[in-house]
C-alpha cells in the first residue's frame, strides 16, 4: 500500500465514549483505565496485547490503535451491539505523526510484523485488509486473512480529538444518540449511516 491510497483510518467505539473521547482524544489502554468509559474489547485478546512490540520495545498498550479497515472480525462479534456503537473517521494526516507503527495485521498476533510509519504501509496487503470476508476453505489461509484484515495504525499515548472528521453509525437510533452528544459540534454534520460496516 502506498501513503497516497490512505483516505482514511478507522476507531471503534461504543457511542457513550464519545464525550470523553471530544475532551482527551482516543487514548491507549492504559490511559482509558483512568478514565471513565465503555470497552467492547475481548478480555482475551486484550491479555494478548499485554505485550512488547518486537523491534519497538513500547508496550503495545501504550499505543491508541486504529484500523484501516473497520469492517472486520471484531465489528462482527460486536453486529449485535451495533445500536450502542460508532465509528469515527480519522484523517489520515495521523500516519505522518511521531513515532506512529504500522502492523501488517492484527497487533495481538504472534505472526504480525511492525515497522514505522511511513514505510510500514509496504507491508499492507490491500486484497486482504479490504476483503469483503476473511474466511477460506484453506484453514490456514483463514488464519491469514483474518490476522491481516485487522492491520493497524498505532499511535504514541493518545490521537487528539481534532484528527476526527467524521463519525459512522449503522442507524437513524444511533444517529440521534451521537446528536445528543455532540450538541451542535461540527462532526454533527459529518455523520454518516452505513448498515453495512455494522453487518447490518
Given at each position: 500500500?502506498?501513503?497516497?491510497?490512505v483516505?482514511?483510518?478507522?476507531?471503534?467505539t461504543?457511542?457513550?465514549?464519545?464525550?470523553?473521547?471530544?475532551?482527551?482524544?482516543?487514548?491507549?489502554?492504559?490511559?482509558?483505565?483512568?478514565?471513565?468509559?465503555k470497552?467492547?474489547a475481548?478480555?482475551?485478546?486484550?491479555?494478548?496485547?499485554?505485550?512488547?512490540?518486537?523491534?519497538?520495545?513500547?508496550?503495545?498498550?501504550?499505543f491508541?490503535?486504529?484500523?484501516?479497515?473497520?469492517?472486520?472480525?471484531?465489528?462482527?462479534?460486536?453486529?449485535?451491539?451495533?445500536?450502542?456503537?460508532?465509528?469515527?473517521?480519522?484523517?489520515?494526516?495521523?500516519?505522518?505523526?511521531?513515532?506512529?507503527?504500522?502492523?501488517?495485521?492484527?497487533?495481538?498476533?504472534?505472526?504480525?510484523?511492525?515497522?514505522?510509519?511511513?514505510a510500514?504501509?509496504k507491508?499492507?496487503?490491500?486484497?486482504?485488509?479490504?476483503?469483503?470476508?476473511?474466511?477460506?476453505?484453506?484453514?490456514f489461509?483463514?488464519?491469514?486473512?483474518?490476522?491481516?484484515?485487522?492491520?493497524?495504525?498505532?499511535?504514541?499515548?493518545?490521537?487528539?480529538?481534532?484528527?476526527?472528521?467524521?463519525?459512522?453509525?449503522?442507524?437513524?437510533?444511533?444517529?440521534?444518540?451521537?446528536?445528543?452528544?455532540?450538541?451542535?459540534?461540527?462532526?454533527?454534520?459529518?455523520?454518516t449511516?452505513?448498515?453495512?460496516?455494522?453487518?447490518?
Amino acid at each position: 500500500m502506498k501513503r497516497s491510497e490512505v483516505k482514511a483510518l478507522y476507531f471503534i467505539t461504543p457511542i457513550e465514549n464519545l464525550e470523553s473521547i471530544l475532551e482527551h482524544g482516543i487514548v491507549c489502554f492504559h490511559s482509558a483505565k483512568k478514565l471513565v468509559t465503555k470497552s467492547i474489547a475481548d478480555p482475551v485478546i486484550q491479555e494478548r496485547r499485554e505485550k512488547i512490540i518486537p523491534g519497538i520495545n513500547k508496550k503495545l498498550h501504550s499505543f491508541a490503535n486504529l484500523y484501516f479497515n473497520p469492517r472486520n472480525p471484531m465489528m462482527y462479534k460486536r453486529k449485535n451491539m451495533h445500536q450502542e456503537l460508532c465509528v469515527l473517521h480519522i484523517d489520515a494526516s495521523i500516519l505522518d505523526e511521531t513515532g506512529v507503527i504500522i502492523s501488517d495485521g492484527n497487533a495481538s498476533s504472534a505472526y504480525t510484523r511492525f515497522e514505522p510509519s511511513p514505510a510500514g504501509l509496504k507491508n499492507i496487503d490491500i486484497g486482504y485488509v479490504f476483503a469483503k470476508y476473511w474466511t477460506s476453505d484453506d484453514y490456514f489461509e483463514g488464519l491469514q486473512c483474518k490476522r491481516r484484515i485487522c492491520a493497524e495504525v498505532l499511535v504514541p499515548n493518545k490521537i487528539g480529538s481534532r484528527f476526527i472528521c467524521g463519525i459512522l453509525v449503522s442507524c437513524v437510533k444511533s444517529q440521534k444518540k451521537v446528536e445528543e452528544i455532540l450538541g451542535g459540534d461540527q462532526l454533527s454534520d459529518a455523520i454518516t449511516i452505513n448498515k453495512d460496516l455494522f453487518f447490518q
